[in-house]
């Protein structure tokens, strides 16, 4: 009657764990002596010829086998990633520079150019009546309304070499 080695023993003299042993023998990969033991000329023999890799295999060539080919043109998932990742953060800087008062939305600035402007402007047109007398009187002039109608032509031509109160900050927006 032959002798065997325990599973145990088989799996260290082949280099392997004993569960891969156990598994083979499952499978009918291993066939065990009536006692139970591995007959120990099995030792390097083909049992475990799909599960060991040989030498001469290039160590990459699985890794590559398995990536897919990248698309010739647009963005691959990790640019998409990427990409999402960076306009989140950048949306997320623009709510805490809008929440901490940093920045103004570009609606509520014109608002509030255009309605400086038309104080500035109403203050201009108001003006030559307000002191048309008072410099005809510095003067000694007796025509005011004369003095009044050529300080507000003189108003009107500078306000509209200044422009029509546009706020244009370079920005193209709908």
């Known amino acids: ?13 082949e280099g392997c764990s004993e569960t891969a042993v156990r598994y083979a023998v499952a499978r009918g990969r291993l066939r065990t002596l009536p006692d ?11 049992w475990r010829q799909k599960n060991v890799k040989t030498l001469d295999q290039d160590p ?14 647009g963005a691959t998932y ?22 901490s008062g940093s920045v103004i939305e570009l609606d509520a600035a014109e608002d ?14 108001s003006w030559p009546a307000r002191v048309a007398p008072l410099i005809a009187a510095d003067i000694e002039i007796e025509d005011v309304e004369g003095l009044t109608l050529v ?24």
């Open 36 to 46: 139970g033991s591995i007959d120990p000329k099995l030792v390097g023999s083909e």
């Open 60 to 73: 990459n060539a699985a890794a590559n086998a398995r990536v897919p080919e990248q698309p010739k043109s």
């Open 78 to 99: 990790i640019d998409a990633v990427r990409i999402e990742k960076n306009y989140t953060a950048l949306l997320r800087k623009l709510e805490y520079t809008t929440k």
């Open 151 to 174: 300080l507000t032509a003189h108003v009107h031509a500078q306000l509209s070499e200044l422009g029509d109160g546009k706020l244009d900050l370079g920005i193209a927006h709908e």
């Open 112 to 125: 509030a150019f255009f309605s400086a402007w038309r104080a500035v402007r109403d203050a201009w047109l």
């Open 1 to 13: 009657m032959k002798r065997g080695v325990t599973m145990r023993e088989f799996a260290r003299r």
